[in-house]
Structures are given as C-alpha cells and as structure tokens.
C-alpha cells in the first residue's frame, strides 16, 4: 500500500451505539424529556418568596448563635449522638467484618456467599432514614434505635467495601499460604488479613465520620441524638438555638475528619 | 517416588486440554527441570500434584498417596509435604521476612499460636538456620516488600524448606531475576535439594540454565511430553520440537562440542559478571 492509498482510510472512534440514526433518536428524545421535566417542576412563587424572608432570619441567626438557652439540651444531645456513633461503629464494624469475609468470593464457600452477599444488598438498598424508621416501630423512640439503625448501616458498608477489597487481593500470596498446607482460618489471617488490614481501619474510621453525621440526622425521625434537639428548635421558630447546633455538628465533624485523617496516614 | 499416571486438565470453557495423558516418574532425590514455551502446561503439572489445580482425570501418587482423591485435611496433610516456590516469589508483602518464612509451618502450628506469633521453639531455630543458609540472617525483622528480587525469591526458599517437605515444586523461579542473581538462585534452589535429599521439580524457561543445572529434562509442548532424558540429548532438533522451528545453534553443545560448558552459559555468564 503507497502513500495515496494511506490516505483513502478513514477512521472513526468506536461509538457505544453503533446505528447513527439510533445514536441521533435517542439524543432528541433525551432533549425533549428534559424539556418537559423542567416545565413541568410546579414552582410557588409566592410561596418562595416567604420562604425567603424565613431565610434572611436564619442566616441573621448564625450571626448570633444562642448555645445559651439552652445550654443542657445541647450538651444531652451532643453527647447522646456522641455515645451512638462509638456504640454503633464498634457493633457495625464486629459485626460488618466476618460478613465482609464471608462476601468475598475468593475465600468464602458459595453458600456462605450467597447468604453474605444478601445482607449486603438488603441493608445497602435502604437509607439510614428508612431503616431508622422501622426500628423506632419495633423499639420506640431514643436512641438505641438509632444505634440499631447505624450498626446494621455500618455492617453493610464494611462487609461491602472490605469485600471487595478482599476480592482483589494479590491471588498468588493466597495461593502460596494454602501451598503450605495452612488450615482456613491460618489462611485468613496470614494471607487475607495482612493485606486487607489498612483498608479495614480507613473504613471503620471513615464509618465513623458517617455515623456521627447521621446520627444528628437520625433524630428527625426519633431515633435520638441531637437531630432531636434541633428538630424541636426549628418548631419552636427558635432559629438562634438551631444555629448553634448546627454550628457545633459542623465543629464536631470537622474535628473528627481532622482526627481519623491523621490516623489513617500513620496507619497507611 | 512420585508418580503421574495419566494426567489430563482441561480448563472450565476451553476446547482443549492444557496437560494431555501425561505419565512421568520422579525418583526420590532427583532434580528435573521441565521446559517448554509459555501455555505449554509447565504451571498447570505442578500445580495438580498439589491440587492448586484439581485434575480432569488421571492419577498421581507421591509414595503411598493417592494424591486425587484426598479431602480437606487429609489434602492439607498432602501439602505440607509439599514446598512451592513462585516466579513471583508469593511473599505476603506486609509480613516481615520472619513472619513468611514461618508461614511454612502453618500447616502444622495451631491457629491460636500462629495468630499470636508463637511458634514453638523448634521451628523458630529451624527458621534461623534456614535463613542463615540462604544468606538472610540479618533481613528477619525487614518487610518482605523492602527486599530485592533475589533477596525475595530466598525468602521464597526458606519458607518452602521450612515444612520440611519430600518434595519441591518451583515455578518458573528466576523468570524475574536477572541473569546472575538469575544463576545463583537456581544453584541455590538445586544445591539445597542435594543437601536435603529432596525431589525437586523445576519449571523453567531457560533452556541453557535448565541443562547446566539438572540431570534429567522434560519437555513439554501443547500440554503433552516431547521430551524427556538428559540434557546431552537436547539439541537443534529437539529444541525446535519443543519451542517450534528457530536457530537453536546457540542454545546447545553442538555449535561448541569439545567445551563443557555451552556457549550461551558463557554469554550468560558474561553477562553476571557485568552487574
Ligand atoms: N485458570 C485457567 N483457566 C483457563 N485456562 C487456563 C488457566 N490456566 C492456564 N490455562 C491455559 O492452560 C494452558 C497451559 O497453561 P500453563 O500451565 O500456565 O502453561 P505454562 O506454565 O507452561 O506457561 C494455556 O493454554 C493456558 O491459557
Ligand atoms: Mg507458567
């Protein structure tokens, strides 16, 4: 083939839809949908513009945050959210770990599998919110439903994410403790474990950063924590009290972000 | 006496076996090397004399054991008779030296010693005298991962001598080595099996390291034995059986006959000498 040949060929990316007319239809009727979405989203103006003023008062709120009045209020509820994130993330993480194992393909037994891969789909297909909302029916309101709610959360994420990550550990460093005659269970901690080990406290960390967060949010649907609290505040129109709760959570957040990052790069 | 009577693998979802009717004996003490171009069954062999691999149909029986039809424990047992050495050295990387070399005994330390690192005594003292041996004395406490190649593939060793095994299966162990830590790897490899009297059966791609180093050399190709007998016997022809046609002239003793050592073993050795 010469030069003049050469440049006869034409080439094309690859596209995901091969048929033109099928990429060009789909496109349009894309357009056409987001059009009629738009127009169709009902918007009260009049009502928007009330809610603004509601707005302005709150933002005038944070200017003068009220961690005063009521003071012991805060503090229970701080501390109540508090005790459910360490409860919850140490029961999530006992409980999340052996369904992590047992999850991940390359180690565990089908039928252990299938069993372990079910409670990670069921408790990941749920918000927190939903779940919250079940338990607060089987066990009331207060916090122990919240801490329910955030360990089977938390069990998931764990056995999810540390699955996964045992799925793609290194096959060959398995294959070689099993050469040696090692049992299971020797299997797991000299082969999975070493090498899964700094993933699993990132996660839990990272889970309790979650946790804490959820756990102020758990509290609109009675499930405890300081959600609770600042639920009540905003019904009592008590914008200052409200601000300054949701300063503190920001504060709290902030800190224990600050706190498990540090942790996570020593361990890594 | 390990004996393969038969041997056959096929692959789930592949049209053609990857180890067809294989038969082979190997006599207690002897070092084989197997040969044979990628994909033509090397791996495959060796791992279904431990069952890392279960075989189609066939037979294998290291001395008295019916290796195919062994179960859970009874396959463990099977496999601490047995040391494995990698190309890719296997270590677990986040273990220190100690801990992998240790990990050969796995099989017969319990699991709640083994977690708290309490081996007994014993296997720790063989552990040091392994070590020692391969040159690795003063590396025990470093991670597997902040050695070098060489230094790895010694790890590999005394991990696999620690079980105390009759026999040793070593795939392809110097495939990622350079020449000369190359070489001394393999010495080290055969010359300890001498020194344990173990049958050792080794993969290996380098045809001119292979016949400088074992007595007996098997050929495979296309999942089937092309070749077996010493080395003396491998030239152009059965090199071109083997791999497919090529100029092998350098690869073998005929472009070189009245010298003891091959021509391309000297290249090879050149070329050690340079790093
Ligand atoms: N896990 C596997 N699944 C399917 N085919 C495999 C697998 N392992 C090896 N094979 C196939 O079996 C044949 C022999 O492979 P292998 O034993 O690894 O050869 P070698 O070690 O000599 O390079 C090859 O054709 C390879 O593609
Ligand atoms: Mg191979």
């Known amino acids: ?268 | 006496m390990l004996s393969v009577k038969g041997l056959t693998k096929r692959y789930p979802n592949t049209e053609i076996s990857a180890i067809e009717d294989i038969t082979l004996d190997f006599p207690d003490g002897q070092v084989i090397a197997i040969i044979g171009p990628s994909g033509a069954g090397k791996s495959t062999l060796i791992r279904c004399i431990n069952r890392l691999v279960e075989p189609t149909s066939g037979e294998i029986w290291l001395n008295e054991t019916n290796v195919c039809n062994l179960k859970s424990e009874s396959l463990r047992k099977l496999r601490c008779r047995i040391g494995m050495i990698f190309q890719e050295y296997a270590l677990v990387d986040r273990l220190t030296v100690m801990e992998n070399v240790l990990s050969g005994k796995l099989g017969s330390v319990s699991l709640w010693k083994s977690v708290r690192r309490k081996f007994p005594q014993p296997v720790v003292k063989s552990a040091f005298e392994i070590l020692d041996r391969v040159g690795l004395l003063d590396q025990v406490d470093k991670r597997a991962d902040e050695l070098s190649g060489g230094q790895r593939q010694r790890v590999g060793i005394a991990r696999a001598l620690l079980q105390q095994p009759e026999l040793l299966l070593v795939d392809e162990p110097t495939a990622s080595l350079d020449p000369k830590t190359a070489r001394q790897i393999m010495r080290l490899i055969v010359g300890l099996s001498k020194e344990y009297n173990l049958t050792a059966i080794i993969n290996i791609h380098d045809v001119v390291l292979a016949r400088e180093f074992t007595q007996r050399i098997i050929g495979l190709r296309d999942g089937s034995v092309v070749y077996d007998a010493s080395p003396a016997g491998l030239g152009t022809e059965t090199l071109g059986a083997i791999y497919g046609e090529e100029d092998w002239s350098h690869s073998t003793y005929e472009s070189d006959n009245n010298d003891s050592d091959s021509a391309a073993a000297s290249i090879d050795e050149k070329l050690g000498a340079l790093k």
């Open chain 1, 1 to 268: 083939m010469n030069a003049a040949e050469h440049s006869q060929l034409r080439w094309n990316t690859r596209h995901l839809i091969p048929n033109r007319n099928v990429r060009i239809a789909l496109k349009i009727a894309m357009i056409t949908y987001l059009y009629f979405g738009i127009v169709s989203v009902d918007v009260n103006w009049i009502r928007v513009y009330q809610g603004a003023g509601r707005a302005m008062q709150f933002v005038v709120a944070f200017l003068s945050p009220d961690f005063v009045s009521q003071y012991e209020l805060i503090i229970d509820g701080i501390l109540e959210s508090l005790a459910m994130t360490v409860v919850a993330t140490l029961a999530g993480v006992a409980v999340g770990l052996p369904i992590a194992f047992g999850a991940a393909r390359n180690i565990s037994p089908k039928p252990i599998y299938f069993v372990c891969r079910a409670f990670v789909v069921v408790s990941r297909t749920f918000t927190e919110i939903i779940i919250a909302i079940v338990f607060v029916v089987i066990v009331g309101f207060g916090p122990f439903a919240g801490v329910l709610t955030l360990t089977i959360a938390g069990a998931g994420f764990i056995a999810k994410l540390l699955g996964e990550d045992i799925e793609s550990i290194n096959p060959e460093q398995l294959e070689a403790i099993r050469a040696t005659g090692a049992s299971w269970w020797a299997t797991l901690v000299y082969a999975v474990w070493p090498q899964v080990k700094p993933r699993f406290l990132g996660l839990s960390l990272y889970r309790m950063d979650i946790n804490f967060r959820n756990s102020s949010v758990l509290g609109i649907v009675g499930a405890g924590g300081i959600g609770g609290t600042l639920d009540i505040a905003f019904a009592r129109y008590e914008y200052s009290v409200g601000a300054a709760i949701l300063l503190l959570i920001v504060a709290l957040v902030l800190t224990a972000e600050y706190i498990s990052g540090k942790i996570r790069q020593r361990v890594q």
